[in-house]
Structures are given as structure tokens and as C-alpha cells.
């Protein structure tokens, strides 16, 4: 029987990604996203290291900063290991991941009108990235003639 480990996460970025060449044809991206939580009074923060590969690497290292709020989903991979201090730690690992940046894009001139990103996003499929569709317009909803229950809801 096969198995298969998936996760998804929503964070910030904790650092600028690093590229590492790995062999002549194989290079890698890390970089790690923080993760928080509140249960009650207690607030935690966890860590996740991100690694993507080759074209996925070129996508992060050209869109990806530290500070940037993205969605990631991949494999996990877990590793525990002994620290410099002799202390158990462990590792949380993101292999393979599809991202989508998320928040509002900076503005180039330094205005403060913030405008919604979409971001960038990268895939395991074989299609490019910037072949995604785009969202068709819709009709405004004077045009709908008739009325509806929907009408007088408030959002």
C-alpha cells in the first residue's frame, strides 16, 4: 500500500531564500516560514524549512523576500538531530512545494495605497506559471434581472 505525507501551511517568510548548487544540472532554494498559533493566553511560533528544486528554485529566488505572507503545501519531512548544545531538536522540512504569495504587493513609488497581490506561484506540473488562467469578469449584479433571497444579504 502507498502512502503519501501532505501538508499545507500559511506563514511569513523568516529569511531571504538561499540558492545552493547541488550538482551541474541540480540547484535548490531554502528558505523558512514561521507559523503561528494562539491557544488561549499561549502564543507559538514553529518553524518550517522550505526547499524547492530547480525551476521551482529560479521562481523563489525571483519573487520570494523575507517579510513575504505565502501559502506553501509539499512533502514533509521530519528530522530530528542533536544540536551544538548536545539538546534533541527537530527539523520540519517542505520538499517539492507549491507556493502562492499572499498580502498586498509594495508599491514601487513608496505610496502607502496598498493593492491586492496575487503574487507569484509555482507548481509541480509541467505547465509554466504564466499560463494560469485569469478570472473571467462577471456581470454586475444590476444586470441580473429578477430578485433573489440572496439580495438582501449583507455581504
Do not use: H
Request: some cysteine; proline content about 5%.
Amino acid at each position: 500500500m502507498a502512502s503519501y505525507c501532505k501538508v499545507t501551511i500559511i506563514g511569513n517568510v523568516g529569511r531571504d531564500p538561499e540558492l545552493k548548487t547541488v550538482s551541474a544540472d541540480r540547484k535548490v532554494a531554502e528558505f523558512s516560514v514561521a507559523v503561528g498559533s494562539k491557544n488561549g493566553a499561549e502564543e507559538r511560533t514553529d518553524w518550517f524549512k522550505i526547499s524547492a528544486w530547480d525551476k521551482q528554485a529560479d521562481t523563489v529566488m525571483n519573487y520570494v523576500k523575507k517579510g513575504d505572507q505565502i501559502f506553501v503545501e509539499g512533502q514533509l519531512r521530519i528530522r530530528e538531530y542533536i544540536d551544538r548544545d548536545q539538546k534533541n531538536r527537530t527539523s520540519f522540512e517542505i520538499v517539492s512545494p507549491n507556493f502562492q504569495l499572499l498580502g498586498n504587493k509594495p508599491q514601487e513609488n513608496g505610496s502607502s495605497d496598498a493593492q491586492p497581490y496575487r503574487g507569484a506561484s509555482a507548481n509541480t506540473s509541467e505547465q509554466p506559471a504564466n499560463n494560469q488562467q485569469q478570472p473571467k469578469a462577471v456581470a454586475p449584479a444590476a444586470a441580473n434581472k429578477g430578485t433573489s433571497d440572496l439580495d438582501d444579504l449583507p455581504f
